[in-house]
């Protein structure tokens, strides 16, 4: 399958190197090419520079937002959230339509430093904000619960046994993302909380999943809902 992904931090690198690994034809896309090819230092956070970390993944492309868009049969948001609406604008419009859209991201707020607030929430989220903008795309908000690593192979911890969430309008759209979380990346538990109104919820999480970082020093964590 042809995949774009949008964003070349460590969650578009955990993103597109798996489902590269998984033999789909993927391309990162970057709002400035050039600029993101040149960048050799590493992140402060430790991920390397795309530039470093494509030699080890020659079979991930590299093109402009529009470039990833224009490629993807489906695509994954995985920029910083508060950029997302600004990369999609530049991915455009016509090459979004009618494509189901994997949305990672979230509204974090680095303005006043760490740890940031959220840019959105309480009667708004970005998903939504990105559904609206875009209403001929199906919407997906999965995965922005847990670090990169995790994203990709929940098996890291606890043997898989913990818990996934997805949302959005589409019921079809949700199913397939749901199939995929399970047969791409591993995810056993996954569940459906409705709408896209419900990524109000999954985004106003990461306040605590950050204080939960910082208690217990590593992102290598995960809740597991319990009946």
Same mark, same amino acid.
């Given at each position: 399958?042809?995949?774009? %992904?949008?964003?070349?931090?460590?969650? &578009?690198?955990?993103?597109?190197?798996?489902?590269?690994?998984?033999? @789909?034809?993927?391309?990162? &896309?970057? =709002?400035?090419?050039?600029?993101?090819?040149?960048?050799?230092?590493? @992140?402060?956070?430790?991920? #390397?520079?795309?530039?470093?970390?494509?030699?080890?993944?020659?079979?991930?492309?590299?093109?402009?937002?529009?470039?990833?868009?224009?490629?993807?049969?489906?695509?994954?948001?995985?920029?910083?959230?508060?950029?997302?609406?600004?990369?999609?604008?530049?991915?455009?419009?016509?090459?979004?339509?009618?494509?189901?859209?994997?949305?990672?991201?979230?509204?974090?707020?680095?303005? @006043?430093?760490?740890?940031?607030?959220?840019?959105?929430?309480? /009667?708004?989220?970005?998903?939504?904000?990105?559904? =609206?903008?875009?209403?001929?795309?199906?919407?997906?908000? /999965?995965?922005?619960?847990?670090?990169?690593?995790?994203?990709?192979? #929940?098996?890291? %911890?606890?043997?898989?046994? @913990?818990?996934? +969430? %997805?949302?959005?309008?589409? %019921?079809?759209?949700?199913?397939?993302?749901?199939?995929?979380?399970?047969?791409?990346?591993?995810?056993?538990?996954?569940?459906?909380?409705?709408?896209?109104?419900?990524? =109000?919820?999954?985004?106003?999480?990461?306040?605590?999943?950050? =204080?939960?970082?910082?208690?217990?020093?590593?992102?290598? +964590?995960?809740?597991?809902?319990?009946?």
């Amino acid at each position: 399958m042809k995949i774009g %992904v949008f964003g070349t931090s460590m969650v &578009g690198q955990a993103i597109s190197g798996k489902l590269a690994e998984l033999g @789909h034809d993927v391309m990162v &896309g970057t =709002r400035d090419v050039a600029a993101t090819q040149a960048k050799t230092e590493p @992140h402060p956070y430790g991920f #390397p520079a795309f530039s470093v970390w494509q030699k080890e993944h020659a079979n991930v492309k590299l093109g402009t937002f529009a470039d990833a868009a224009k490629h993807g049969e489906v695509l994954f948001n995985a920029t910083n959230g508060t950029g997302s609406l600004a990369a999609l604008k530049l991915a455009g419009e016509s090459n979004l339509n009618g494509k189901l859209l994997v949305d990672i991201a979230n509204p974090l707020d680095f303005s @006043h430093g760490n740890p940031p607030s959220l840019s959105v929430s309480n /009667t708004d989220s970005l998903g939504e904000q990105i559904q =609206r903008a875009y209403p001929n795309v199906n919407v997906v908000k /999965t995965l922005n619960t847990v670090t990169a690593f995790l994203m990709v192979n #929940p098996g890291l %911890v606890a043997n898989a046994d @913990h818990t996934m +969430f %997805v949302c959005g309008n589409d %019921v079809a759209a949700k199913a397939q993302v749901t199939e995929w979380l399970k047969d791409w990346f591993g995810w056993k538990d996954v569940i459906d909380l409705g709408d896209i109104t419900s990524a =109000r919820g999954t985004e106003m999480y990461l306040p605590i999943w950050l =204080r939960l970082w910082g208690a217990l020093g590593t992102g290598m +964590f995960n809740v597991k809902i319990v009946k």
